[in-house]
């Protein structure tokens, strides 16, 4: 059922991001990491023979290779959005030079860059063979016919494991600082966002409680994500703020300020984060997948 769900999420979203619609890319994306994850993470339930004819390896990848695609699209829109919440932040004396329009532009330019990629992607025939292998996935499930107390066995350890692997990130990160510690961080957020993924698939089966639990791993995925996000932001505005201190009639100032505010965020999102990690990971509360 969340096969088929995520599938037709992602065929429906088709339609939108061809037309531009607002939020589509995002969508559509969201679509692809909850196909992954279920993919990944419960791959325990399929069978082997039926993997033959379908190489959920094969099509696990080529969903990521869609994933990242709409992925460059979205994360230029994000950053584009986080530059300027940061220049409205500023007071107009604070701005020095041409930033704005410079940063904009480069972001525009590769926003438009990952866009143009994307359309390619989406008229070619291996878009078309992703969406056929997909639909041909969801009309006849792979899924190994075992007892039902064999599969929720699987079901369980696979929601385990999930978790498992974030506790392992945000203990990593914890050890590590710098660049290295934000590598770590990044990787936390990944296994958040598939932890997150895993539980709502077992919504169905658990209610409340993965539902509950769903929504905190959601809650440090974003608080990850805006870490990640304000640190790809402190590393453009280095490299132009480098820029403008050897083109004439420009400096580094606001750049600099910009990336220090940036810098700030992170540090008050990892924070945040690493609290909101804390209370998910109660033993109490994912005692129903034990």
Known sequence: ARLRQQAEELARRDVDVRRGEHEAVHEMRVA?????ACLRSFDALFGDA???KAPLGQLGGEVRWLAGLLGEVRDAEVLRAALEGGLA???PEQV???VRSTLSGRLAAAEARAGA??????RSDRYAALLGSLASLVTAPPVRP???SEARRLVNAAVRGDMRRVRRRMRDASQRAGQRGDESLHAARKAAKRARYSLETVVPLYGAEAFDLAGRYKSVQQALGEQHDAIVLAALLREEGARAGVRPGENGYTYGLLAGLARGRAEAAKT???KLFAAADRRRRRRFVS
Not at 32 to 36: A, D, E, G, K
Not at 117 to 122: D, R, Y
Request: a positive charge.
């Open 32 to 36: 692809c990491r909850r196909l992954s």
């Open 50 to 52: 039926l993997l033959e």
């Open 89 to 91: 932040a500023l007071a």
């Open 96 to 98: 020095l030079g041409p």
């Open 117 to 122: 990629a994307l359309a390619e992607a989406m």
């Open 146 to 148: 075992l007892r039902a």
């Open 272 to 274: 945040r984060a690493g």
